[in-house]
C-alpha cells in the first residue's frame, strides 16, 4: 500500500479565477474518480479500488505553484482464498501528497508539471495496517 500509482478519470476541472493577479489565478481546483490497482502479493487483502482525488494549486506567480494532492480508495473484497473462508475485508487507503508545480501559459492552454512528496496510509477491518512514503509526479 505504499504506493500511490492512480489512474484517474477526471470528472471536473474547475478554475477559481475569483482573484485575479495579472490575468493568473491565485488558485486552481481539480476533482476526479480515481482507480487504484493492487498487487495480489503486496496488497493482501486489498483488492482493487475506486476512490477519489482533489486537488489544489496556490499560485505564487506566473509560472510556480505549491500543489496540494488528497486522495481516497475504498474496496470491499470476500474472496480472500482458503486460508480464510467466511472473511471479508474492508479496506481503506488515503493519500497526502504535497510539491511544486510548473505552469507553461500560453495564449489558449496552459501546461503544467509538478513532483510531490508525501504520506499513503491504508488500512482494514480485520487487522492489516501500513502507512509509508510515497511520491508521484505528473503534467498535463
Given amino acids: 500500500m505504499q504506493r500511490a500509482a492512480t489512474t484517474a478519470l477526471v470528472l471536473l476541472l474547475p478554475s477559481l479565477n475569483g482573484v485575479v493577479f495579472a490575468q493568473t489565478p491565485r488558485a486552481d481546483i481539480s476533482g476526479a474518480v480515481s482507480f487504484l490497482p493492487s498487487d495480489e502479493l503486496d496488497d493482501f487483502p486489498r483488492g482493487d479500488?475506486?476512490?477519489?482525488?482533489?486537488?489544489a494549486t496556490f499560485h505564487i506567480n506566473r509560472w510556480f505553484g505549491v500543489f496540494a494532492?488528497?486522495?481516497?480508495?475504498?474496496?470491499?473484497?470476500?474472496?480472500?482464498?482458503?486460508?480464510?473462508?467466511?472473511?471479508?475485508?474492508?479496506?481503506?487507503?488515503?493519500?497526502?501528497l504535497f510539491g511544486p508545480r510548473f505552469t507553461?501559459?500560453?495564449?489558449?492552454?496552459?501546461?503544467?508539471?509538478?513532483?510531490?512528496f508525501g504520506v499513503c496510509d491504508g488500512h482494514t477491518n480485520i487487522g492489516f495496517s501500513d502507512t509509508g512514503f510515497t511520491f508521484g509526479g505528473g503534467g498535463g
Avoid at 479500488?49 to 486537488?55: A, I, K, P, R, Y
Avoid at 507553461?104 to 510531490?116: A, E, I, N, T
Fill in 49 to 55: 479500488s475506486t476512490g477519489f482525488q482533489v486537488g
Fill in 69 to 96: 494532492d488528497l486522495g481516497g480508495h475504498y474496496n470491499t473484497n470476500s474472496d480472500l482464498g482458503p486460508n480464510f473462508p467466511g472473511v471479508t475485508a474492508e479496506s481503506t487507503v488515503y493519500e497526502y
Fill in 104 to 116: 507553461f501559459r500560453g495564449s489558449r492552454v496552459d501546461g503544467f508539471v509538478h513532483g510531490l
